[in-house]
């Protein structure tokens, strides 16, 4: 409370000089004051932890909590990615192009920079990519814009003349009662990009504004800008333009180059045509799965699904792998192997998989080995397995690969059978080659 009290105290929890002499007037300082008592405590602690001594910022949290409602959990975020400096900052022409308080309204809807640190992107994405990354994420995207907007559509058609048009994202903010024109690139800022836009915003408001809908306001997000450059740029323009940057902190590596190669085999991330292949070698076949906490004997949609989830997968872990067979007529996928990083120069084994019809053939061996040769060049000094006790082929597996008992665990229960198991786990020194 003695926080509380320190960071609101000035000016909002003292009485009002107008109310001792009896006048009946609110002032911003009596709205304030009755803002702080409007939210749960729970809210006040994460803001008093993020603005310390800061109260035009916690007022300004306070204030957004009200006016949207906000959970603790949608609060956070916004204290997280720092909305505060980052409301209203966007360059724009508004207070030139818009009547007031359109102008100041538009400018305070901006953000500068956007926050897109919701999507699971890799390194060197396409443009492309990102914007089918916004639209996957919807909820969040609108989230991050703020309130009142409404998503209307993607790649939205206009017919120019005669030509057509396409808008990378088209919304209606129902508090500004106007179509907001979006336009998103992953380089830096240009001058030619305020034609285009303007372009496009002069066309809305041609073509779908109705009477009563205010000016279309058009909202640039590039990866970034020379805001002096951006300032010129949005001056020269008659259509309400705004300028914003955005930030991905944290890019996920593209690991789609990872390849292990052996005389037979090689592993590398999957495509999603290879669910054809994979469940007629092994997702179609109940004795595939014996030994593994997954559901036996897909359909082909569900082979399908379970393909789209081994993509996700494979793109967040770097040796999360399917292995194909070399052949005659190209490659064959024959199953999965993976291995990850779970200390400094330990790697373990996240599951080796191929079809029954490829099992006693030394596959098995020269998956193992190379998973081991790979994580060696990469610095690890242990490699760890695991195996069920009553998998007799696993256990001869790792024993001709030259693995030595660690340990045994507890007892488990398959969710799938009720069958009572242990984990027998075994690790391989990689400093000496056997």
């Not at 929890?13 to 803002?35: F, R, Y």
């Not at 100041?104 to 953000?111: G, H, I, N, P, R």
């Not at 690969?401 to 198991?421: A, L, N, Q, V």
Request: proline share 3%; net charge negative; hydrophobic share 35%.
């Amino acid at each position: 409370m003695h926080q509380f009290y320190r960071l609101y105290s000035e000016e909002t929890i003292t009485p009002q000089a107008v109310a001792q002499l009896g006048e009946v007037e609110i002032t911003p300082q009596d709205v304030a004051q009755m803002n702080i008592f409007m939210i749960p405590w729970g809210h006040h602690r994460f803001i008093i932890d993020k603005c310390k001594d800061d109260r035009n910022k916690a007022l300004f949290y306070v204030e957004k909590t009200l006016e949207n409602n906000w959970s603790r959990a949608v609060l956070q975020n916004f204290l997280d990615t720092n909305l505060y400096e980052r409301q209203g900052k966007a360059i724009s022409n508004f207070e030139k192009t818009l009547p007031a308080p359109q102008s100041d309204l538009a400018q305070e809807m901006t953000k500068d920079p956007y926050n897109f640190d919701f999507l699971t992107i890799t390194e060197g994405y396409y443009e492309k990519e990102l914007k089918d990354a916004l639209m996957n994420n919807i909820s969040q995207f609108l989230l991050e814009l703020g309130t009142g907007f409404a998503f209307v559509g993607r790649e939205y058609r206009l017919e120019v003349g005669d030509t057509e048009q396409f808008i990378d994202m088209l919304f209606y903010n129902i508090t500004l009662h106007c179509y907001v024109v979006i336009e998103v690139k992953i380089r830096a800022f240009e001058p030619g990009d305020m034609g285009q836009i303007g372009t496009y915003v002069a066309a809305v408001d041609g073509i779908l504004r109705k009477e009563g809908d205010a000016p279309t306001v058009g909202l640039l997000v590039c990866k970034n800008k020379d805001n002096v450059l951006a300032q010129y740029a949005v001056n020269s323009s008659n259509a309400p333009v705004g300028i914003s940057e955005y930030e991905l902190s944290d890019l996920m590596p593209d690991y789609s180059e990872v390849v292990i190669e052996t005389s037979n085999l090689i592993m590398k991330k999957a495509v999603f045509d290879d669910w054809e292949q994979l469940y007629r070698n092994i997702t179609s076949r109940p004795e595939s799965a014996k030994y593994m906490l997954w559901k036996i004997d897909d359909s082909e949609e569900e082979s399908k699904d379970r393909m789209l989830r081994t993509l996700d997968f494979q793109s967040k872990e770097k040796y999360a792998l399917t292995v194909y067979l070399k052949t005659e007529s190209g490659l064959e996928a024959i199953g999965w192997a993976s291995m990850r990083e779970v200390n400094p120069g330990v790697y373990e084994d996240m599951g080796i998989a191929i079809g029954p019809d490829f099992v006693g053939k030394g596959y098995g061996k020269q998956i193992l080995n190379a998973l081991c040769d790979e994580a060696r060049n990469q610095g690890a000094k242990e490699f760890h397995c695991s195996y069920r006790e009553k998998n007799l082929a696993s256990k001869r597996l790792q024993d001709v690969c030259g693995f030595k008992f660690d340990y045994r665990s507890e007892e488990k229960t398959d969710s799938r059978t009720g069958e009572i198991y242990v984990v027998v786990n075994a690790k391989k020194d990689l400093q000496y080659v056997v």
